[in-house]
Structures are given as structure tokens and as C-alpha cells.
């Protein structure tokens, strides 16, 4: 046993050499017999199996398989982790690689399973890659779905391991599946996603193929200019690709622009890349893209110099006028310049007069208006701070008493030896209630008193509005838990927003704790969303008590107030104040419809986010690259 075990060493440190690896396959061979005849050896199958699958692997004969497959039965029976992953993952390649989509698949989930139960070093793998390949072979299978499902899995690990490369790749293959389900809307955001996260993973290839994804898509829009920036973009980058990898990305970007140019009629642009194609396909004298390049160039070289003839005609024609009318005008000028200076010197004298005293009464006027608005402003400013201050103190003696008077109460009970375990439970729970909605309405109340004092500081910036509501969605689900409410998260795909990232938060977060507080067991509270032209239009409805008119009017004000929920829970009334002011700094809009027993229905928007308005990569966006091509922004 310990020469099968040296042979296995010394057979896995081999080189490629054919000649070598049929004959350690023999030895193999012979190895895996003696063990099948000594029952004391039967723990060295697995390997013996995989050893004999492996070297016929290294000669590309499909006998393999049969081997693979014994080891991994015979591996997964004796429990031995690592040799049924190592089977898995050959199987798998074998199958992938021959376009057996249909058989891979039970063997890639088998592998997942296994990865999932922790058995398997994370030096052994890459878990982004398996969930990739899972996801293509639905895609392979047109299970699109089921696709999506496996894409969004890769992504999210991809995010766990913020590894910018497989996010841009997870973000792309999404975008294919999208364009076959001619979800144009969401694959242009996962494109535009893509261009970003490939930038910075210095992955440039991929970028260059996003932008042709981005071309596509606004093609098939009918937004000729947009697409044709895009376009160029892609452009753009083969220039900075480099030179180990241009030749593959030559022969793809070249095919698809040759398309895409001829379709939008942009003949123009043809002759700059058509001579790089015809020498790209000299070689090949019956190629039709040469055939066709060939003709577009000389009919496009006679029709420019025809135009730049007739240009130059009308340019010569212009001029002349030109010069007759400027000799006009400049003798009708010198005229009347005599006459204006004859009367401009009996006139000076006396304007110069009116001039000085003029300017001194403006100086004094000024002088007096700037005092009065820094009263003014003064003034207003003392009496702003004032209310603010008055306002505060009453809400922090009001509002801030009660939750403590509550919370010493509760501290005295517990404290005391005469009661039940099950009544600590019931305060225990009440004390984290209490913590909680103290919590929420000090952090409301610091942020309205903030924006009083100082105004608003907003930081804008382009992000996935799923992941912040996502987020909130999470933080509301004890509440919603214990009051026994469904939450509806219909905001389950990627949505590009601009606006103040924790603003918005801080909105979702209102919004969704109002909804809960005015809701009964059993009530829903629903997400949605819909993109309108250039703004994200958000919902959040529920089914809880509803509003009167009386208190729809007052609504978004100072003079809100606040009542209390299903299970007493009590604010401050700054929570919907805050969020309107924020939205509406935020350039959205936001209003409610309500009606009594019914429930609320909040709906507020804010600006489309696009990939353009970020600076992606200093080294590429809005610098002229060595081509003199531009990098557009969308």
C-alpha cells in the first residue's frame, strides 16, 4: 500500500507528457484492481478511482467519466468530503465545457450542497464561480428564472467578498437574461452596473462589452445619439486595452460596430474602421465583411470630396458677401460716430455732474438697504432660534418624561423579589419597546432640531435603492413581528436612485414605522415602485386605520402632531415632517392618499440615478484618450 501511495505522489507531480501519463495509467489500473481484490484496502478506492478518472482526463479520452463517477459514489458512501468535491469538480468541467447542460446541472447543485455544508476548505474554491456556472447552464436551458435566481446568489457573495470583478460579471450576465426576456429597463441598469464595477476591477474587456450591451439597448429604443455614444465609449476603451488582449476584443467590437454603424446609417464613421477591417481580413479574399467594407469606402470617398467641392464653393461665396457688407457698415459707422461726437461733448460736461451725485445717493441708498436686511435677517434669525429652542424644550420635558416615568417604573418592578418569571419576560419585552420607540424618536428629534439650527447638508450620490429598502425592511421586522404584521417587499430588482443616501434611509425608516404603528394584527404594509421618465416614483401602503381629512390637511407640517398607535405607541409629529423636507431637497415630491378603516398609501419620487453622474474611473471618464475618442457619459 505505501507503493500505491508513493506511485499516486509521484503520478499527480508528472508533466503533460502523453507517452508518460498512458503509462502511469496503467500502473493506476493495475493499483485499482489489487485494491478491488484486498477488502483491507477498500479505503484507498475513492482515490484510486479518481486517480485512474483524472490521468484519462489529462488525455482527453471521455472514459473519465465512468471512473469520476465511481469515485464519487464510492467517496460519497465512505464519507471521504474532499474526494467527493475533487470528483464533483471534474464532472462538472467535463459536462460544462461539452455543452451537456441538461446533465451537469444535478451534479453542480450536488457540489453546491456541499460547499454549503462547510466540509470544504474555502482555499478549494470559488463559490462565485460555481453559482455562475449553475446560473448559465439555466440560462443554456432557457430557464430564465431560475437563472436569475443563481445570478443574484453569485452576486451577492460577490458582495460579501467585495470582489469588484465578480460583481461587474454577476451584474452582466443578469444583463443578458434580461435582454432575452426583453426587459430592456432593468438590463440597462445591470449594464450600466457592470461598466462601473468592471472600471474598477481594471477589467476593460468587460466594460467594452457593456457599452455594446448599452448601444443595443438604445438602439432598439430608437435614441440614435445615445447609442451611438455609447458606442464610441466601447470605442474608447479598445484603445487602452492591452495589446495580449486587443486582438480578441478587435475581432468582436469590430463585427458588431460594422452592424451597428451600417443600420444607423452613420456613414461617416464607416471609413475609419473599415480600414482597419479590410486589413484585419486581408488574408481572407471572400469574406463579406471585406467585400462590403470595400464598397462603403470608395462610395463614401466620392460623395465626401463632391461635398467638401461644394463646400468650399459656398464658403468662397460667403466671404465675398461678408467683406461688401462689413465696407457698409463701417462707413455708415464713421458717419454717425462724427455726428454722436459733436453732441456727446456738449452733454458731458453736465452728465459728468449728474454722474457724481447719482453715484453718491446710490452709495447711500445701498449703504441703508444693507443695513435693513441684516436687521431683517438678524431678526428673523433670533426669532427662528427662539421657537426652535421653545419648541424643543417642550418637546424633550413632554415627550422624554412619559418613556421614563415608564422605564423607572418598570426597573422598581423588576427589582422587586415578589414577581413571576413570566411577568420579567412581559416587562422585558416592554422595556426594549420602550428603548426602542425612545430611541427612534430621539434620533428624529436630533435630526429636525439639526436641520433648524444649520439647514440641510446634502451629499448626493448614485446607489441601489433595493439595498436601502432592503435594509429598513430588516430593521422593521421585530416590530412587525411582534404586532403580527405581513411585510410586502415588491422592490426586488436593482433601482438607480440620486439622492442623499441617509436621507433616504432615514425616509424609509419613518415611513415604514408610521405604517406599523397604525396597524392592527393581521394588516399588511406593501413596497413597490415605478420608474416614470426620469424619476423613481416609491410606494408605501398599508392597511391600517387611515387618516380623517382633518389631519390629511395638516399633514407635512409643523402643526402635525402625533397620535397613538394600535399598541399606544407615541412620537414627537416630526417623522413626516422631516421626510417631506428631506424628499423635497432631494428634488422629489411626496403626498398620501387615506381614507378611515382603509389603511394609507404613501408615495414619494426622486431623480433616476445614472452610472454617468459618478466618476467611475478618473483614468477614463470625460478624458480624451490617445485615439482622440471621447468616453460619453449617459
Not at 85 to 97: C, E, G, K, P, V
Request: proline share 2%; aromatic share 10%; glycine share 4%.
Amino acid at each position: 500500500m505505501w507503493a500505491m501511495k508513493d506511485s499516486v505522489n509521484f503520478i499527480m507531480g508528472t508533466s503533460h507528457d502523453t507517452l508518460k501519463m498512458e503509462a502511469y495509467l496503467k500502473v493506476c489500473e493495475i493499483l485499482l484492481k489489487k485494491i478491488l481484490g484486498t477488502p483491507s484496502d477498500k479505503k484507498f478506492l475513492p482515490l484510486a478511482y479518481f486517480l485512474v478518472g483524472h490521468l484519462y482526463l489529462q488525455t482527453n479520452k471521455r472514459e473519465n467519466l465512468a471512473y469520476l463517477y465511481k469515485a464519487y459514489d464510492e467517496a460519497k458512501k465512505q464519507g471521504d468530503t474532499e474526494t467527493t468535491y475533487a470528483s464533483l469538480d471534474f464532472i462538472t468541467r467535463f459536462l460544462f465545457s461539452s455543452g451537456e447542460y441538461e446533465q451537469v446541472l444535478p451534479y453542480f447543485l450536488a457540489e453546491e450542497r456541499l460547499l454549503e455544508s462547510g466540509k470544504i476548505s474555502q482555499k478549494l474554491y470559488n463559490y462565485s464561480s460555481l453559482l455562475n456556472s449553475i446560473a448559465l447552464s439555466y440560462n443554456h436551458l432557457k430557464k430564465y428564472d431560475k437563472a436569475i435566481q443563481y445570478f443574484q446568489k453569485c452576486l451577492t457573495e460577490a458582495k460579501i467578498s467585495k470582489d469588484t470583478a465578480w460583481i461587474g460579471l454577476a451584474y452582466g450576465n443578469m444583463a443578458m437574461v434580461y435582454l432575452k426576456q426583453k426587459d430592456y429597463e432593468v438590463a440597462l441598469t445591470c449594464l450600466r452596473l457592470d461598466v462601473k464595477y468592471s472600471l474598477l476591477s481594471k477589467n476593460k474587456p468587460s466594460a467594452m462589452t457593456a457599452w455594446m450591451g448599452i448601444a443595443e439597448i438604445y438602439q432598439i429604443w430608437q435614441e440614435n445619439k445615445k447609442a451611438s455614444q455609447a458606442m464610441d465609449s466601447a470605442w474608447a476603451l479598445l484603445a487602452v486595452i492591452p495589446s495580449h488582449e486587443t486582438k480578441m476584443s478587435m475581432v468582436f467590437l469590430y463585427k458588431t460596430a460594422y452592424k451597428f454603424y451600417k443600420k444607423n446609417k452613420e456613414f461617416e464613421k464607416l471609413p475609419l474602421y473599415a480600414d482597419s477591417l479590410l486589413s484585419f481580413f486581408e488574408k481572407d479574399a471572400s469574406n463579406s465583411y471585406k467585400q462590403d467594407l470595400q464598397k462603403i469606402h470608395a462610395q463614401y470617398n466620392v460623395k465626401f470630396k463632391e461635398q467638401e467641392l461644394a463646400l468650399l464653393q459656398r464658403r468662397k461665396d460667403i466671404d465675398r458677401w461678408i467683406l461688401y457688407f462689413v465696407g457698409s457698415v463701417a462707413i455708415l459707422v464713421a458717419v454717425l460716430a462724427i455726428l454722436l461726437f459733436r453732441n456727446n461733448r456738449k452733454q458731458k460736461k453736465t452728465n459728468h455732474l449728474l454722474e457724481e451725485k447719482q453715484e453718491e445717493i446710490a452709495v447711500q441708498n445701498e449703504e441703508l438697504n444693507t443695513q435693513k436686511e441684516q436687521l431683517v435677517s438678524q431678526n428673523d434669525t433670533l426669532q427662528k432660534i427662539n421657537s426652535t429652542k421653545d419648541k424643543l424644550f417642550s418637546i424633550v420635558s413632554h415627550d422624554f418624561r412619559s418613556p421614563l416615568n415608564a422605564l423607572k417604573s418598570t426597573a422598581y418592578l423588576m427589582s422587586s423579589e415578589n414577581i413571576s418569571p413570566q411577568e420579567i419576560k412581559d416587562l422585558t419585552q416592554n422595556v426594549k419597546t420602550q428603548i426602542h420607540h425612545t430611541s427612534y424618536f430621539l434620533e428624529n428629534l436630533l435630526f429636525w432640531a439639526k436641520s433648524q439650527l444649520k439647514g440641510f447638508h446634502i451629499s448626493p450620490e448614485v446607489f441601489d435603492l433595493q439595498e436601502v429598502v432592503a435594509e429598513n425592511c430588516e430593521l422593521a421586522l421585530p416590530q412587525n413581528k411582534e404586532k403580527h404584521i405581513v411585510l410586502e417587499n415588491k422592490i426586488d430588482k436593482p433601482v438607480l436612485i440620486l439622492a442623499d443616501k441617509n436621507m433616504t434611509r432615514l425616509v424609509f425608516r419613518n415611513l415604514l414605522s408610521n405604517a406599523t404603528k397604525y396597524c392592527k394584527k393581521g394588516d399588511t404594509i406593501s413596497l413597490a415602485y415605478q420608474i416614470k421618465q426620469d424619476e423613481v416614483q416609491i410606494v408605501v401602503q398599508d392597511t391600517g386605520l387611515g387618516m380623517t381629512e382633518d389631519q390629511l390637511a395638516c399633514l407635512f407640517t409643523p402643526h402635525t402632531g402625533s397620535t397613538y398607535g394600535t399598541n399606544n405607541e407615541k412620537g414627537a409629529g416630526l417623522g413626516l415632517l422631516l421626510c417631506h423636507d428631506f424628499i423635497t431637497h432631494n428634488g422629489g415630491k411626496i403626498w398620501v392618499e387615506s381614507e378611515i378603516g382603509k389603511g394609507s398609501t404613501f408615495y414619494f419620487t426622486l431623480p433616476v440615478g445614472k452610472v454617468g453622474e459618478e466618476q467611475l474611473d478618473e483614468e477614463f471618464v470625460g478624458e480624451q484618450l490617445e485615439n482622440g475618442a471621447m468616453l460619453y457619459r449617459l
